[in-house]
């Protein structure tokens, strides 16, 4: 019922800017931007609903009338085919992110080499999070690989924990000891980059462990099988 009433008040809300002259993006872009203060706007879009703008910040997609005085967050659905629009968008907008390999803090980075390590893929993680530990799972079946371990203590407990991994003598072990064992690792403690390496994150936009960025720039968020793993690193190696 809830979810047959959601998409009623948004048919409405659709019929509402029927009658509404479109507005130049420019300055629905300005009627917008007082309402996420601080916050970039990645693009403004028409729909092809007359009145209606796709607007993007980060990873949201929402939606506006012309000036901004009404905001509407979920997915217009075409009744013909039943498929999400809005979901459709959200993949080709997730498609199309870069992420500057180079920019990355790879100085910080827990990184592990194997084989001639010509390939290369950073991945936020924590180690808390059981979606990185099977994705270091997946890894293992990578060769020819260098992996960037950027460590992401956002969940509780977290922040101690990677301390602990990034004060061992051998930082390598101590994470897959631990991600792949179960291993904890011993107290130490230590002049740790944590901090810069979560500014390094929230500026990236990462909202969620593990996030993987390849050497073209394109970003994977969450854990895929070593077969898109392999996939993802030999179409970067030869854009790059």
């Not at 809005?86 to 803090?105: C, G, M, Y």
């Not at 956002?154 to 990677?162: C, F, H, T, Y």
Request: charged share 25%; net charge neutral; glycine share 6%.
């Amino acid at each position: 019922m809830a979810t047959h009433l959601k998409h009623f008040i948004f048919i409405l809300s659709l019929s509402f800017f029927s009658g509404t002259l479109w507005a130049n993006e420019e300055a629905v872009k300005e009627a917008v931007q007082p309402h996420f203060e601080g916050q970039k706007i990645d693009s403004i879009k028409k729909t092809p609903f007359s009145g209606l703008y796709e607007i993007v910040i980060g990873d949201e997609l929402f939606y506006s009338d012309d000036k901004a005085n009404y905001l509407f967050f979920g997915h217009i659905i075409d009744t013909k085919t039943r498929a999400s629009m809005t979901n459709e968008r959200i993949q080709e907008i997730k498609a199309a992110r870069r992420v500057s390999f180079d920019s990355l803090p790879l100085q910080h980075a827990i990184k592990a080499v194997k084989g001639d390590g010509k390939r290369k893929v950073a991945v936020y993680t924590d180690p808390n999070c059981p979606y990185c530990k099977q994705l270091e799972k997946e890894l293992i079946n990578i060769t020819n690989v260098t992996v960037y371990n950027l460590l992401y203590p956002v969940l509780n407990g977290s922040m101690e924990l990677s301390k602990k991994i990034w004060c061992a003598e051998n930082q390598i072990k101590a994470w897959e000891d631990f991600m792949l064992r179960g291993t904890a690792p011993a107290e130490k403690d230590c002049e740790t980059p944590l901090e810069t390496l979560v500014k390094s994150g929230r500026e990236n936009k990462v909202s969620g462990t593990p996030t993987l960025i390849f050497a073209d720039g394109s970003v994977v968020g969450g854990m895929i099988p070593a077969a898109a793993i392999e996939e993802k690193l030999e179409s970067a190696s030869k854009d790059k």
